[in-house]
């Protein structure tokens, strides 16, 4: 009768341990990790290493969006003041408002997408095809300070130090032909 029970718990085990490993596929899968937080630098440095994979990136979009049919194309500036192209549905890339320039500060988003090193559908260039938009900060207008009146008045009075100038040169030249 020991044995008999023995036998049976080392059955039990034995079923156990068979499950465990055959759901150990489905485990590993359910804890997958997130994409690497790169930078465009990271991104030059090791093409190869992020080729076809998913990534995020943050930065400033910047420029103006090149519209397309089938989508378009937009900058991002990282923190490292480099850029990448993204590629991007239509109706993502209107969604974002502003896009950085002088005077103004563009939408400051983190994306999530796939980096190609050479990006087979768009002529081989390195960019980023968007995923999605992890997170969104609206730019803005920067203030534009008015020139100060003392430097108005410097302005003018150079201005009229070199007509004054321009006038008695013309002047000299004019006896020196006479």
């Not at 029970?5 to 489905?26: E, N, Q």
């Not at 997408?113 to 390195?126: E, K, S």
Request: with cysteine; net charge negative; aromatic share 10%.
């Amino acid at each position: 009768m020991k044995f008999f029970i023995s036998s049976a718990r080392w059955f039990a085990g034995l079923i156990m341990a068979v499950f465990i490993i055959a759901c150990l596929p489905v485990i590993t899968r359910a804890v997958e990790t997130d994409p690497p937080k790169v930078t465009v630098s990271k991104l030059l440095a090791s093409p190869d290493k992020y080729n076809l994979s998913s990534i995020i990136i943050s930065g400033e979009v910047i420029g103006q969006p090149l519209l397309r049919s089938n989508g378009a194309w937009f900058h991002l500036l990282d923190d490292e003041r480099t850029a990448i192209g993204i590629w991007a549905d239509k109706s993502t890339v209107e969604s974002l408002k502003y896009f950085g320039r002088y005077g103004i500060k563009g939408d400051r988003v983190i994306l999530q997408g796939i980096f190609y090193n050479a990006h087979p559908d768009h002529g081989g260039d390195t960019c980023i095809e968007l995923e999605t938009i992890l997170g969104h900060e609206p730019g803005y207008e920067e203030s534009k300070e008015p020139v100060a009146q003392e430097k108005w008045f410097i302005a003018v009075l150079l201005g009229m130090i070199c007509l004054i100038l321009w006038a008695i040169d013309r002047k000299i030249n004019k006896k020196d032909h006479d």
